[in-house]
């Protein structure tokens, strides 16, 4: 589970980073089809899911 919170965390950092650099990330495009502020949502969403997943399992090894 820590493995996959780091992950969605580094997906959701660099999906809120892409779009300012002019950039969009090749895996989340599709959340564009329903609008600017869902899809923002959505990249928030990801960022929090991934964070919350690794800070809550990053001491169990």
């Known amino acids: 589970m820590?493995?996959?919170g780091l992950g969605?965390?580094?997906i959701g950092l660099l999906s809120l980073v892409l779009p300012f650099l002019g950039?969009?990330?090749m895996l989340l495009t599709w959340?564009?089809?329903w609008g600017?502020?869902?899809a923002w949502l959505i990249r928030?969403?990801?960022t929090l899911l991934g964070l919350i997943l690794w800070?809550?399992?990053r001491n169990r090894d």
């Open 23 to 25: 950039m969009q990330s």
């Open 44 to 46: 928030g969403g990801i």
């Open 36 to 38: 600017a502020t869902t």
């Open 8 to 10: 969605l965390l580094i």
């Open 2 to 4: 820590k493995e996959l």
């Open 31 to 33: 959340i564009n089809q």
């Open 55 to 57: 800070l809550s399992f």
